[in-house]
Protein backbone atom coordinates (compact mmCIF):
# COMPACT_ATOMS: atom_id res chain seq x y z
CA UNK A 1 0.00 0.00 0.00
CA UNK A 2 1.43 3.44 -0.76
CA UNK A 3 1.75 5.30 2.19
CA UNK A 4 1.74 9.10 1.88
CA UNK A 5 4.73 10.81 2.97
CA UNK A 6 3.58 14.59 2.83
CA UNK A 7 5.01 15.91 5.68
CA UNK A 8 1.50 17.33 6.66
CA UNK A 9 0.43 14.53 7.95
CA UNK A 10 3.50 13.13 9.35
CA UNK A 11 5.47 16.14 11.15
CA UNK A 12 7.43 13.79 13.51
CA UNK A 13 9.28 12.87 10.18
CA UNK A 14 12.83 11.87 10.99
CA UNK A 15 13.55 10.86 7.34
CA UNK A 16 12.81 14.29 6.60
CA UNK A 17 13.78 16.05 9.83
CA UNK A 18 16.61 18.14 8.16
CA UNK A 19 16.75 20.26 5.45
CA UNK A 20 19.72 18.40 3.83
CA UNK A 21 22.10 21.18 2.06
CA UNK A 22 22.43 20.85 -1.80
CA UNK A 23 25.97 20.69 -2.85
CA UNK A 24 25.60 24.27 -4.03
CA UNK A 25 24.58 25.39 -0.25
CA UNK A 26 27.08 23.07 1.21
CA UNK A 27 29.97 24.96 -0.17
CA UNK A 28 28.39 28.24 1.07
CA UNK A 29 27.55 26.70 4.60
CA UNK A 30 30.00 24.10 5.24
CA UNK A 31 29.23 23.99 9.04
CA UNK A 32 30.03 21.20 11.20
CA UNK A 33 26.65 19.16 11.90
CA UNK A 34 25.63 19.76 15.77
CA UNK A 35 23.87 16.81 17.80
CA UNK A 36 20.94 17.33 15.87
CA UNK A 37 22.32 16.10 12.96
CA UNK A 38 23.90 13.02 14.39
CA UNK A 39 20.61 12.10 15.78
CA UNK A 40 19.06 12.73 12.54
CA UNK A 41 21.20 10.65 10.11
CA UNK A 42 20.17 7.57 9.57
CA UNK A 43 17.28 6.03 11.93
CA UNK A 44 17.12 7.65 14.68
CA UNK A 45 15.31 6.71 18.22
CA UNK A 46 12.41 9.21 19.47
CA UNK A 47 13.93 8.00 23.14
CA UNK A 48 15.22 10.91 24.74
CA UNK A 49 17.39 8.78 27.11
CA UNK A 50 21.15 9.49 27.43
CA UNK A 51 21.95 5.95 26.35
CA UNK A 52 20.47 3.89 23.87
CA UNK A 53 21.97 0.48 25.94
CA UNK A 54 19.29 2.00 28.73
CA UNK A 55 16.24 2.31 26.48
CA UNK A 56 17.61 -1.34 25.21
CA UNK A 57 17.15 -2.68 29.12
CA UNK A 58 13.42 -1.30 29.68
CA UNK A 59 12.37 -2.05 26.49
CA UNK A 60 13.59 -6.22 27.17
CA UNK A 61 13.08 -5.89 31.06
CA UNK A 62 9.75 -4.21 31.51
CA UNK A 63 8.19 -3.50 28.36
CA UNK A 64 8.39 -6.54 25.15
CA UNK A 65 7.54 -9.23 27.76
CA UNK A 66 4.14 -7.40 28.72
CA UNK A 67 3.49 -5.97 25.08
CA UNK A 68 0.13 -7.61 23.57
CA UNK A 69 0.83 -9.64 20.98
CA UNK A 70 -1.54 -7.70 18.57
CA UNK A 71 0.57 -4.93 19.26
CA UNK A 72 4.05 -6.76 18.32
CA UNK A 73 2.31 -7.62 15.00
CA UNK A 74 0.84 -4.37 14.35
CA UNK A 75 4.04 -2.46 15.55
CA UNK A 76 6.11 -5.12 13.15
CA UNK A 77 3.62 -4.94 9.94
CA UNK A 78 3.71 -1.03 10.58
CA UNK A 79 7.59 -1.14 10.31
CA UNK A 80 7.35 -3.27 7.25
CA UNK A 81 4.65 -1.49 5.02
CA UNK A 82 5.82 2.27 6.57
CA UNK A 83 9.19 1.48 6.64
CA UNK A 84 10.91 4.69 8.16
CA UNK A 85 7.08 6.45 8.11
CA UNK A 86 6.86 3.79 11.35
CA UNK A 87 8.70 6.35 13.69
CA UNK A 88 5.31 8.10 13.96
CA UNK A 89 4.10 5.26 15.81
CA UNK A 90 4.21 5.89 19.34
CA UNK A 91 7.00 3.80 21.45
CA UNK A 92 6.07 0.91 23.12
CA UNK A 93 6.89 2.15 26.38
CA UNK A 94 4.76 5.29 26.31
CA UNK A 95 2.18 3.00 25.12
CA UNK A 96 2.49 1.13 28.23
CA UNK A 97 2.28 4.35 30.01
CA UNK A 98 -1.04 5.31 28.14
CA UNK A 99 -2.26 2.31 29.01
CA UNK A 100 -1.00 2.57 32.61
CA UNK A 101 -2.58 5.68 32.70
CA UNK A 102 -6.15 4.84 31.45
CA UNK A 103 -6.38 2.80 33.91
CA UNK A 104 -5.42 4.81 36.72
CA UNK A 105 -7.87 6.97 35.65
CA UNK A 106 -10.86 4.49 35.49
CA UNK A 107 -11.65 6.40 31.86
CA UNK A 108 -14.40 4.85 30.10
CA UNK A 109 -15.05 7.07 27.56
CA UNK A 110 -12.07 8.56 25.52
CA UNK A 111 -10.82 10.58 22.41
CA UNK A 112 -7.67 9.92 20.19
CA UNK A 113 -6.51 12.76 17.60
CA UNK A 114 -3.92 11.46 15.23
CA UNK A 115 -3.86 7.52 14.36
CA UNK A 116 -1.75 6.11 12.28
CA UNK A 117 -1.95 2.82 11.88
CA UNK A 118 -3.68 2.37 15.39
CA UNK A 119 -0.57 1.50 17.79
CA UNK A 120 -1.69 3.92 20.40
CA UNK A 121 -5.12 3.45 19.29
CA UNK A 122 -4.74 -0.75 19.85
CA UNK A 123 -3.22 -0.03 23.21
CA UNK A 124 -5.68 2.10 24.61
CA UNK A 125 -8.73 -0.38 23.12
CA UNK A 126 -6.87 -2.51 25.36
CA UNK A 127 -6.72 -0.71 28.19
CA UNK A 128 -10.31 -0.43 28.43
CA UNK A 129 -13.24 -2.11 29.82
CA UNK A 130 -15.27 -4.36 27.94
CA UNK A 131 -17.70 -1.22 27.67
CA UNK A 132 -15.21 1.24 27.24
CA UNK A 133 -15.11 3.28 23.78
CA UNK A 134 -12.82 5.49 21.94
CA UNK A 135 -13.61 8.12 19.20
CA UNK A 136 -10.98 8.02 17.22
CA UNK A 137 -10.27 10.55 14.67
CA UNK A 138 -7.29 10.95 11.58
CA UNK A 139 -7.78 12.40 7.90
CA UNK A 140 -6.07 9.41 6.47
CA UNK A 141 -7.99 6.25 6.69
CA UNK A 142 -5.42 4.02 4.66
CA UNK A 143 -2.88 4.12 7.73
CA UNK A 144 -5.85 3.00 9.71
CA UNK A 145 -6.71 0.14 7.04
CA UNK A 146 -3.54 -1.56 7.92
CA UNK A 147 -4.23 -1.40 11.78
CA UNK A 148 -7.63 -2.90 11.64
CA UNK A 149 -6.55 -6.42 11.07
CA UNK A 150 -4.87 -6.54 14.26
CA UNK A 151 -7.33 -4.45 16.10
CA UNK A 152 -9.81 -7.22 15.28
CA UNK A 153 -7.82 -9.80 16.05
CA UNK A 154 -7.36 -8.33 19.44
CA UNK A 155 -11.35 -8.60 19.85
CA UNK A 156 -11.53 -5.01 20.55
CA UNK A 157 -12.70 -3.47 17.26
CA UNK A 158 -16.11 -3.06 19.12
CA UNK A 159 -14.67 -0.59 21.39
CA UNK A 160 -13.70 1.48 18.27
CA UNK A 161 -16.04 4.46 16.96
CA UNK A 162 -12.56 5.55 14.03
CA UNK A 163 -13.93 8.82 12.07
CA UNK A 164 -11.69 9.83 8.86
CA UNK A 165 -11.47 13.24 8.67
CA UNK A 166 -9.69 16.65 9.90
CA UNK A 167 -9.90 16.75 13.16
CA UNK A 168 -11.20 20.66 13.94
CA UNK A 169 -14.30 19.92 12.64
CA UNK A 170 -15.03 16.89 14.46
CA UNK A 171 -14.24 18.20 17.52
CA UNK A 172 -16.57 21.36 16.94
CA UNK A 173 -19.44 19.02 16.60
CA UNK A 174 -18.76 17.34 19.46
CA UNK A 175 -18.34 20.52 21.55
CA UNK A 176 -22.03 21.74 20.56
CA UNK A 177 -23.66 18.17 21.28
CA UNK A 178 -21.65 18.26 24.68
CA UNK A 179 -24.00 21.55 25.41
CA UNK A 180 -26.78 19.48 25.24
CA UNK A 181 -25.33 16.11 27.10
CA UNK A 182 -23.24 16.25 29.72
CA UNK A 183 -22.55 12.23 28.93
CA UNK A 184 -21.05 13.28 26.11
CA UNK A 185 -18.06 14.34 28.19
CA UNK A 186 -15.17 12.75 27.43
CA UNK A 187 -12.55 10.66 30.51
CA UNK A 188 -9.52 10.69 28.48
CA UNK A 189 -7.84 12.28 25.69
CA UNK A 190 -4.54 11.49 23.40
CA UNK A 191 -3.39 14.25 21.17
CA UNK A 192 -0.96 13.15 18.78
CA UNK A 193 -1.31 14.71 15.25
CA UNK A 194 -0.12 18.28 13.81
CA UNK A 195 1.36 20.34 16.39
CA UNK A 196 0.58 23.15 14.92
CA UNK A 197 -3.12 23.06 15.58
CA UNK A 198 -2.05 21.47 19.21
CA UNK A 199 -3.41 25.04 21.17
CA UNK A 200 -6.69 24.67 19.17
CA UNK A 201 -6.95 20.98 19.91
CA UNK A 202 -6.59 22.26 23.49
CA UNK A 203 -9.53 24.31 23.86
CA UNK A 204 -11.71 22.42 22.36
CA UNK A 205 -10.57 19.73 25.18
CA UNK A 206 -11.07 22.07 28.07
CA UNK A 207 -15.14 21.72 27.02
CA UNK A 208 -14.63 18.13 25.75
CA UNK A 209 -12.95 16.28 28.89
CA UNK A 210 -15.03 16.06 32.22
CA UNK A 211 -13.16 17.71 34.95
CA UNK A 212 -10.99 15.55 36.73
CA UNK A 213 -10.49 13.76 33.35
CA UNK A 214 -7.05 13.61 31.85
CA UNK A 215 -5.73 14.63 28.47
CA UNK A 216 -2.38 13.88 27.05
CA UNK A 217 -0.54 15.33 24.42
CA UNK A 218 2.18 13.62 22.88
CA UNK A 219 5.98 14.85 21.29
CA UNK A 220 6.19 17.83 23.66
CA UNK A 221 9.93 17.75 23.69
CA UNK A 222 9.93 17.20 19.80
CA UNK A 223 12.90 15.26 19.77
CA UNK A 224 14.81 17.30 22.44
CA UNK A 225 14.48 20.13 20.15
CA UNK A 226 13.08 22.60 22.22
CA UNK A 227 15.76 23.30 24.34
CA UNK A 228 18.03 23.82 21.65
CA UNK A 229 19.07 26.88 19.49
CA UNK A 230 16.79 27.04 16.24
CA UNK A 231 18.74 25.12 13.75
CA UNK A 232 18.42 26.57 10.65
CA UNK A 233 19.67 22.94 8.95
CA UNK A 234 15.94 21.67 10.08
CA UNK A 235 13.78 21.05 7.84
CA UNK A 236 10.87 24.05 7.35
CA UNK A 237 8.12 21.75 8.93
CA UNK A 238 10.04 20.47 11.39
CA UNK A 239 11.26 24.25 12.61
CA UNK A 240 7.56 25.22 12.11
CA UNK A 241 6.40 21.91 14.48
CA UNK A 242 9.25 22.92 16.94
CA UNK A 243 8.21 26.75 17.50
CA UNK A 244 4.29 25.34 17.70
CA UNK A 245 5.80 23.10 20.38
CA UNK A 246 7.11 25.62 22.10
CA UNK A 247 4.43 27.79 22.35
CA UNK A 248 1.98 25.09 23.20
CA UNK A 249 4.50 24.13 26.27
CA UNK A 250 4.11 28.31 27.36
CA UNK A 251 0.07 27.89 26.96
CA UNK A 252 -0.07 25.06 28.91
CA UNK A 253 2.64 26.49 31.31
CA UNK A 254 -0.10 29.63 32.24
CA UNK A 255 -3.33 27.48 31.97
CA UNK A 256 -5.20 27.23 35.32
CA UNK A 257 -7.85 24.78 33.98
CA UNK A 258 -5.15 21.89 34.22
CA UNK A 259 -2.86 20.51 36.30
CA UNK A 260 0.14 18.93 34.67
CA UNK A 261 3.63 16.64 34.56
CA UNK A 262 5.47 16.97 31.73
CA UNK A 263 7.19 13.33 31.19
CA UNK A 264 10.70 12.48 29.51
CA UNK A 265 8.77 8.87 27.73
CA UNK A 266 9.25 8.76 23.91
CA UNK A 267 10.17 12.84 23.10
CA UNK A 268 7.85 13.65 26.20
CA UNK A 269 4.56 13.75 26.84
CA UNK A 270 2.77 16.05 28.57
CA UNK A 271 0.13 15.01 31.06
CA UNK A 272 -2.75 17.26 32.24
CA UNK A 273 -5.63 16.60 34.49
CA UNK A 274 -8.26 18.98 34.09
CA UNK A 275 -9.53 21.19 37.20
CA UNK A 276 -11.87 23.69 35.65
C1 LIG B 1 2.20 10.76 14.71
S1 LIG B 1 0.90 10.08 13.78
C2 LIG B 1 -0.11 9.29 15.00
C3 LIG B 1 0.52 8.04 15.56
C4 LIG B 1 -0.39 7.18 16.39
N1 LIG B 1 -0.77 7.83 17.62
C5 LIG B 1 0.27 5.84 16.67
O1 LIG B 1 0.65 5.55 17.80
O2 LIG B 1 0.44 5.09 15.71
C6 LIG B 1 -0.01 11.54 13.35
C7 LIG B 1 -1.31 11.28 12.64
O3 LIG B 1 -2.05 12.48 12.69
C8 LIG B 1 -2.82 12.58 11.51
N2 LIG B 1 -3.14 14.01 11.31
C9 LIG B 1 -2.27 15.02 11.05
N3 LIG B 1 -2.94 16.19 10.95
C10 LIG B 1 -4.25 15.91 11.16
C11 LIG B 1 -5.44 16.69 11.22
N4 LIG B 1 -5.40 18.02 11.03
N5 LIG B 1 -6.61 16.08 11.46
C12 LIG B 1 -6.65 14.74 11.65
N6 LIG B 1 -5.56 13.94 11.62
C13 LIG B 1 -4.38 14.50 11.38
C14 LIG B 1 -1.93 11.98 10.42
O4 LIG B 1 -2.71 11.52 9.34
C15 LIG B 1 -1.19 10.88 11.17
O5 LIG B 1 -1.79 9.62 10.95
Request: net charge negative.
Given at each position: ???????????C???????????????????????????????????????????????????????????????????????????????????????????????????????????????????????????????????????????????????????????????????????????????????D??K??????????????????????DNT?W??????????????????????I?????????????????????DG????????
Amino acid sequence: MAISASFKSFHCASFVFLHLPTTEEETEQNEPRDHMANLTSGYPSKCLLQSEALLQYMLQTSVYPREHEQLKALREQTSKVCGTEAVMSVPPEEAQMLSMLLKLANAKKTIEIGVFTGYSLLATALALPEDGKITAIDEDGSSYEIGLPYIRSAGVDGKVDFIESEALPVLDELVEKSKLKEEELFDFAFVDADKVNYGRYHERLMKLVRIGGVVVYDNTLWFGTVAEPANPSLHPEVKEARKSIIEFNKQLSADPRIELSQVCIGDGITICRRVA
